[in-house]
Structure formats: C-alpha cells, structure tokens
C-alpha cells in the first residue's frame, strides 16, 4: 500500500483530538515538501520519518517538565514545533543558525498559527546571549566544530554551553545509548537522570536524558 500521510497520522495519533491530527499532517505535509528540495530531514522514508522522529519526539513531550522550551538546532522542527502543537499554552523557541531551517520554521510556525512559538536564528555556540526559557531541548545537535567529539565531551561541551544561562534550570535531550555509559566525572559535574522510551514501531530504544543545572533561578 502506498504512504497516505493523513492515514498514517490517524492510525498512529489514534488517541489524540482532530485539532492535533490536523496540525500534525498540515506540519509534515509542508516539512516533506521542502524536504524533496531543501534535504532538511534525516530520511527520505516518509514513514520511517513519522514512526522514529515525530513518534519519539511526541513520547519525549510526557518527560518534559518546565513552562518555556527552547529547541536549539531545531532543524525542520524536530521536536520544537511537535512540542508546540502539543503545549499551546507554553512558550516554545525554535533556534537555528542556518536560513534553510529559518526560512522552513517561519513558515510552518504561520501556516500553524502556533502562537506560543518563536523563530530565531542564531550560532548558539558564538554568540554570548543567554536562553530564556527554563528549559532547553535538543536533539541530533551536531556540526562540524563537535561531530568529531566522543560523545561524552560533545555532551559536558552542549551542557556547560547551556548552563551558562541562568534562567534555564533543565535540559532533555532525545539521544541514543551512549547516555547510559557517561563517566562518573561527568555525572559528578552534571544531574543526569535517564528514562528509556519504548516504541512500538523500532527496536533500537531512545533515551531521554533529563539534566538539572543547580544555582539557577528556577530549580
Ligand atoms: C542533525 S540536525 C538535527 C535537526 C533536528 N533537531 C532533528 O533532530 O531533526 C542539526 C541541526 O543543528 C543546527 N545547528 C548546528 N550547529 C548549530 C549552532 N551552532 N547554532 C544553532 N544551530 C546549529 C543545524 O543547522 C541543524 O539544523
């Protein structure tokens, strides 16, 4: 059978309301669209898309705790505009430093009329401005400067960047296993809880790695 996206939305969104189902196919008709010429997701499997990155991304939303959410290396909007659907009332920042994903963001965010949401664009890595949510989400935040880091000093590296910024007291990043296998240095230096999050479609589990940042305003 061929990919019918507002089929696959309703099959696997079964238990949410039409007003989330309804945004969610608008969001990611418009996101595969612009992935056809602008390449700005991980895959071109459409399915694949929805069942590992928009489901996980849904799943991260019952971890989170806090009022304001900001997505830094947002991408397509991966998981910053899924957790604005989901939280109309909270304010959700989407940051990226390139004008492709700019460019998408601020089109999706008025297509959605996602009021709660913010675009901005920004080298979060150059620039000294602080974030000011209390809590900062990532996922797949890479580049050159860090790609070539082991994964435990790309994570002590994005997370003493993150402190930095008073005002956030946690961040949730949706990252793989290796979060399991952090040093007891790095915990020592970081509060990292860890919650492994079960989906149905894949076998290979994700992890949510929650880290609260002490001395801050809100924790
Ligand atoms: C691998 S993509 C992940 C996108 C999305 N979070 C996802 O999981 O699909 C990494 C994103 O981080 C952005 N990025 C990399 N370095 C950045 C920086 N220093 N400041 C802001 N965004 C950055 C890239 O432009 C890209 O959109």
């Not at 898309?49 to 849904?58: A, G, L, N, Q």
């Not at 009022?67 to 959700?92: A, H, Q, R, W």
């Not at 005002?167 to 919650?195: D, H, I, W």
Request: aromatic content about 10%.
């Amino acid at each position: 059978m061929s990919f019918n996206l507002e089929r696959t939305i309703k099959d696997i969104f079964s238990k949410e309301d039409n007003k989330f189902r309804y945004l969610l196919t608008k969001y990611l008709d418009m996101l595969f669209k612009w992935h056809e010429i602008n390449n700005i997701v991980s895959s071109s499997d459409n399915d694949y898309v929805i069942k590992r990155e928009i489901y996980d991304s849904y799943l991260l939303n019952n971890y989170l705790k806090g009022n304001s959410y900001t997505d830094i290396g947002s991408g397509g909007g991966i998981p910053g505009i899924v957790i604005s659907i989901l939280n109309p009332d909270k304010e959700v920042i989407l940051i990226d430093r390139k004008s492709t994903y700019i460019d998408f963001l601020t089109l999706a965010k008025a297509e959605l009329n996602l009021k709660n949401t913010k675009v901005v664009q920004r080298d979060v890595l150059k620039t000294e401005s602080a974030f000011s949510t209390d809590v900062v989400l990532l996922k797949n935040f890479s580049n050159k400067t860090i790609s070539k880091m082991s994964y435990e000093s790309k994570f002590v590296y994005l997370m003493q960047m993150i402190k930095k910024s008073e005002q956030v007291s946690k961040a949730y990043m949706l990252t793989g296993s290796p979060v399991l296998k952090l040093s007891r240095e790095c915990l020592r230096e970081f509060s990292v809880n860890t919650q492994v999050i079960t989906s149905p479609f894949f076998e290979t589990k994700r992890i949510v790695a929650e880290v609260k940042f002490e001395n801050t305003i809100n924790s």
